[in-house]
C-alpha cells in the first residue's frame, strides 16, 4: 500500500463568482504518477495549482476545504509559500526556461533556497540535476549557452531538471509533452518513469494514451468536479462511471 | 445505452465490426447444423458444401482480423471499445476453430456406411443438439449483450461434458460388438469428440462475452462434467 503525499478534502475553488473546483476530495499517493484528466475547463489544473499554491497569484481566486501534504495545511495562511514550491516542483505545458545559460536555468533555484554554496557544489548540483532529467550528455558541453537555444523537447527537461534541482518532493506537470514531437514526448514519459522512484508525480494531460502509459491512478475531472478516481488500468478498460467511459471514448458531445 | 462516437467514421467501424462477428457466427451456426445433419444421415452430398462454407468463415476471421487492426491503430480504443474489439478478435478465432471442427466432422461422413443404427446415433444426435443450442445462446447473450444468458452457456457445458461421455460410450459399446466395426467407428469417435471441443470453444465465447460486459473475468474454474481419458 502506498502512503498518501497529498490528500484534499471538500476542495473549492472560486474564481470570483465563479465556482472552478467543487467538493473535490482526492489523495495522491507517494513516489506514484497521478494523471488528471478531463475536457479543457474542467477544473485540473486548477486543482494541481492548489498544490503549490500558484492560485495564490490570481487576487480574485478564493479556496476553501483543506489540502495537505503530509499532514501539513497547505492552505495555511502563515505557511511559507516559497518553502512550498520548493517542496513542490512546476513543469508547464510550454517549455518556459529562463534567458539565460543552461547553468544558470538550473542553479538559480538551489542558489536562492541557499542549497550549494560553493561553486562546487552548484557544479553538483547542475550536473545531477541535468542527468536525472536525461539531458546531461546532451549539454554537458554547452553549459554556458542559453536555455533558449535548445530544442523544444530539451527545454522541456531543462525545466524539469530545474524542478528538480532544489530536490522537491513534488512534481506538477500541466501537459508537459503537447507541445512536444512523439520522440521528445516519448523522452519525457521515460523520464517521468524513473523520476517517479523518488518524486511524486501529477500530471494533467490531455492524451489518454498517455495517462495510460506513465501513470498508476487516474482522476477525470468535468465541470470541476471529479467524477471518478481510480487505478489506471481500471479507469481505462472498466471504469464505473458512464461519464468517464463517454470521455475516454470519444463520446462526449 | 451509451452514446454515440464524437467521430462517426468511429461508430460505423465499431459497428461494422460487430456485423460482421454476427454474420460469421450465423455461417458457423450453419456449418455446424450442416455438419451434424450430415453425419446423423449419413448424407455424403452435403460433405463438399460444408468445407466450401468453411472457407467463407476462414475468411470472414481474415476479414475481421483487419478490422481490428485497423481500429486498434486509427482509433485506440479505451474502456467498452477496447473490450468490444478485443473480445471480437477472441470470438472470431474461436468461431474459426468451431469451423474447422465441423469441416472436420463433414469429412468423417465418407467412410461411415449408411445403415448405421439408430441406437448408435440418438446419443450422437442429442449432443449435437446440446452443442448447436449452445452456440445459438451464445451468440444470443453476444448480441443482445446478456450477461445471464453467457454464464448459462458457460455452465451449461457441464452437460456436453456428460453427453460426450455417454455417446462415446455407445459408441465403444458398439465396437466391442464386432471388431469389423472398427475402422468407422474411430471416425465416429472423433466426430463425438469435435462436437466436445466444438462445445469448449462456445464456454471461451461466453466467458468472453462476459467479460465484454462486465469488465471482469468470471471467477473459479468452470464446471466440468465427465471426461473421457485422452
Known amino acids: 500500500m502506498s502512503n498518501v503525499k497529498i490528500k484534499s478534502k471538500n476542495l473549492n475553488v472560486y474564481y470570483g463568482d465563479k465556482q472552478a473546483l467543487f467538493d473535490v476530495n482526492l489523495d495522491l499517493n507517494e513516489k506514484e504518477v497521478t494523471a488528471l484528466i478531463g475536457p479543457s475547463g474542467c477544473g485540473k489544473s486548477t486543482f494541481i495549482r492548489c498544490i503549490n499554491r500558484m492560485n495564490d497569484v490570481i487576487d480574485i481566486c478564493k479556496v476553501t476545504g483543506n489540502i495537505e501534504m503530509d499532514g501539513m495545511n497547505i492552505n495555511d495562511k502563515d505557511l511559507d509559500v516559497v518553502s512550498l514550491r520548493e517542496r513542490v516542483g512546476m513543469v508547464f505545458q510550454k517549455p518556459n526556461p529562463f534567458p539565460k545559460s543552461i547553468y544558470d536555468n538550473i542553479s538559480y533555484g538551489p542558489k536562492i533556497h541557499g542549497k550549494g554554496e560553493t561553486k562546487s557544489e552548484l557544479d553538483q548540483i547542475v550536473e545531477n540535476s541535468l542527468k536525472k532529467s536525461a539531458l546531461w550528455e546532451e549539454v554537458k558541453d554547452r553549459l554556458d549557452e542559453p536555455g533558449t537555444s535548445l530544442s523544444g523537447g530539451q527545454q522541456q527537461r531543462l525545466c524539469i531538471a530545474r524542478a528538480i534541482s532544489v530536490n522537491p518532493e513534488v512534481i506538477l506537470m500541466d501537459e508537459p509533452c503537447s507541445a512536444l514531437d512523439p520522440i521528445a514526448t516519448a523522452k519525457i514519459e521515460e523520464l517521468i518513469d524513473e523520476l517517479k522512484k523518488t518524486y511524486t508525480i501529477v500530471i494533467v494531460t490531455h492524451s489518454m494514451a498517455q495517462a495510460v502509459r506513465v501513470s498508476q491512478k487516474t482522476g477525470f475531472f468535468h465541470l470541476g468536479k471529479l467524477i471518478e478516481v481510480g487505478k489506471t488500468e481500471k479507469i481505462f478498460k472498466n471504469p464505473d462511471n458512464k461519464m468517464t467511459q463517454d470521455y475516454i471514448t470519444g463520446r462526449f458531445g | ?230
Not at chain 2, 205 to 225: D, F, M, N, Q
Open chain 2, 1 to 230: 445505452m451509451s452514446n454515440e462516437h464524437t467521430v462517426k467514421s468511429y461508430e460505423e467501424e465499431l459497428q461494422f465490426l460487430k456485423d460482421s462477428l454476427i454474420k460469421m457466427g450465423s455461417l458457423t451456426e450453419s456449418q455446424l447444423g450442416d455438419a451434424m445433419d450430415a453425419v446423423i444421415k449419413v448424407d455424403k452430398d452435403s460433405i463438399d458444401k460444408i468445407i466450401k462454407s468453411d472457407e467463407e468463415i476462414n475468411k470472414f476471421r481474415s476479414k475481421i482480423d483487419t478490422q481490428i487492426m485497423n481500429l486498434l491503430v486509427k482509433r485506440a480504443p479505451m474502456a467498452i471499445d477496447l473490450r468490444e474489439t478485443i473480445s471480437s478478435l477472441k470470438i472470431s478465432q474461436d468461431l474459426e476453430r468451431i469451423g474447422d471442427l465441423s469441416k472436420s466432422n463433414a469429412k468423417k461422413v465418407k467412410p461411415l456406411p449408411l445403415d448405421l443404427p439408430d441406437e448408435l446415433l440418438g446419443n450422437l444426435k442429442r449432443l449435437g443438439e446440446l452443442v448447436m443450442k449452445q452456440l445459438n445462446d451464445v451468440l444470443d447473450s453476444y448480441v443482445n449483450k446478456n450477461f445471464d444468458k453467457a454464464k448459462e452457456v458457460w455452465k451449461k457445458d457441464e452437460q456436453v461434458d456428460d453427453l460426450t461421455y455417454i455417446a462415446m460410450e455407445s459408441v465403444i459399446d458398439f465396437l466391442s460388438k464386432d471388431k469389423k466395426n472398427l475402422d468407422f467407428s474411430t471416425h465416429l469417435i472423433f466426430a463425438t469428440k469435435n462436437l466436445e471441443r466444438a462445445g469448449d470453444h462456445i464456454t471461451n465465447i461466453a466467458e468472453t462475452v462476459c467479460y465484454l460486459i462486465k469488465g471482469e473475468y468470471l471467477k473459479g474454474s468452470r464446471p466440468k462434467g465427465k471426461v473421457i481419458q485422452e
